[in-house]
C-alpha cells in the first residue's frame, strides 16, 4: 500500500507535539501538509517537517494530493469543518469529539458512508495496549459479576486555556474531558445501552464554561458507573472497577507520555493486593496506523461509524439528564 497522504488542519499545541510527531512516524501514513490561519505557526512546522504549507483552507482542501484531513480545530468548529473535509471528498479524521451536537455527529456519519469515506474520532487510549489489558480483567472473567466503575478525569488550570474557555468555540470540561468517560464505558462494556440516572454539569468561579461535572449510569447487568471530570482543579486520570472476584484500578488510562509504564492494582476477594504491569507504547501512532488500516476495510469503517453514533448519542444522554 502506498502511503496515504495527511493534512493536519490546526495547529495547537496537541497538534503540534502530538499529532504531527505520530503521523509522521505511523506506518503507511505521510505527513503531506499542515493548514492553519496563523502563518509563523505553518511557516514552522511545514519547514520542520518537510511538508507543504497553508494558510487558506479552501487551498489545502482542494489539492489532490491530500488523502486525509485530520481536524485539530476546536471543537465548536468541528461539525464546520468536517464537512467541508467530506465535501471535498478526503477522508476525515477528527479530535474528539467529532462534534458537539448529536445531529451534526450523525449527519457527517452519514455522508462519509455515502461518499464511501472513512470518519474517526480520535481517542487515542482506545488505542494503547493498557486498555486492552484492562477490557480483559472484564471478559476472561477474572473480576467476576461487575458492580460498579469509579472514571475520573481532572486536569489543573492551564496558562493558556485558549479556545478551552470560550464557549462559542466549544469549551468547556464536559467536551474537553467528560467525553473520555462515556467512551470508555461504552468500550468496556460494548453491548450495553447504559442509562443516565443523574448528571450534573457545573460553571464555577464566574467562568464562562463548565468547569465540572457528574453522571451516574446504570448498565443492564446491575453494575454503577461514576463518572467526575474537571478542568482547573488537582489532576486526576484514572479508573476503578470492582467485581464480585476482585478488583482493579490503573491510573493514566485517558492521557499519558509514550514512555509510561501502565500498572494495574489488583484485589481479589480477601482484599489482598497484587501489582501488574503494561507495555509503554505511544498510543496516538497506533491510533493513526488503525485509522490507516481502516481505510481498506467497509466492516470496519463502518463499525467505526456506529461507535462513533454511540458516543454521541452518550454525551447527548448527559446533557439531556441534566437538562430535565
Not at 486525509?68 to 476525515?92: F, M, S, W
Not at 476477594?269 to 498510543?283: I, L, R, V
Not at 481498506?296 to 448519542?313: H, K, P
Amino acid at each position: 500500500m502506498r502511503p496515504m497522504r495527511v493534512a493536519v488542519w490546526g495547529l495547537g499545541r496537541h497538534a503540534i507535539t502530538k499529532i504531527l510527531p505520530a503521523v509522521s512516524e505511523a506506518s503507511g501514513l505521510e505527513l503531506y501538509g499542515v493548514c492553519s490561519r496563523n502563518g509563523r505557526s505553518v511557516s514552522t512546522c511545514s519547514e520542520m517537517w518537510k511538508c507543504k504549507g497553508w494558510t487558506e483552507s479552501a487551498a489545502m482542501l482542494s489539492d489532490p494530493s491530500a488523502d486525509i484531513v485530520y481536524v485539530a480545530t476546536p471543537i465548536g468548529l468541528h461539525a464546520e469543518h468536517g464537512k467541508q473535509v467530506l465535501d471535498a471528498r478526503k477522508h476525515l479524521w477528527c479530535e474528539k469529539p467529532l462534534t458537539g451536537q448529536l445531529q451534526n455527529t450523525l449527519e457527517l456519519l452519514e455522508s462519509s458512508r455515502r461518499q464511501g469515506l472513512s470518519i474517526c474520532e480520535g481517542f487515542m487510549y482506545l488505542h494503547h495496549p493498557q486498555f486492552r489489558q484492562l477490557s480483559k480483567y472484564i471478559t476472561d472473567g477474572q473480576l467476576g459479576s461487575i458492580k460498579s466503575i469509579g472514571c475520573r478525569f481532572g486536569i489543573p488550570r492551564l496558562e493558556h486555556a485558549g479556545f478551552r474557555s470560550d464557549p462559542a468555540l466549544g469549551g468547556g470540561a464536559f467536551f474537553d474531558v467528560g467525553c473520555y468517560l462515556i467512551s470508555a464505558i461504552q468500550a468496556l462494556f460494548p453491548e450495553e445501552n447504559p442509562n443516565v440516572g443523574y448528571a450534573n454539569i457545573i460553571t464555577r468561579d464566574e467562568s464562562a464554561v463548565d468547569t465540572d461535572g457528574q453522571a451516574v449510569i446504570a448498565l443492564s447487568n446491575g453494575a454503577v458507573a461514576n463518572l467526575e471530570w474537571g478542568i482547573n482543579c488537582a489532576y486526576r486520570n484514572e479508573i476503578d472497577i470492582w467485581g464480585e472476584r476482585g478488583s482493579v484500578f490503573t491510573d493514566k488510562i485517558f492521557s499519558k507520555p509514550a514512555d509510561h509504564i501502565p500498572v494495574f492494582r489488583l484485589r481479589d476477594t480477601q482484599g489482598e493486593e497484587t501489582t501488574e504491569y503494561g507495555e509503554a507504547n505511544d498510543h496516538f501512532v497506533s491510533m493513526l496506523q488503525y485509522f490507516r488500516d481502516m481505510i481498506n476495510d467497509l466492516g470496519a469503517t463502518e463499525a467505526e461509524r456506529s461507535r462513533i453514533a454511540r458516543r454521541a448519542e452518550g454525551l447527548d444522554r448527559i446533557w439531556s439528564v441534566f437538562r430535565s
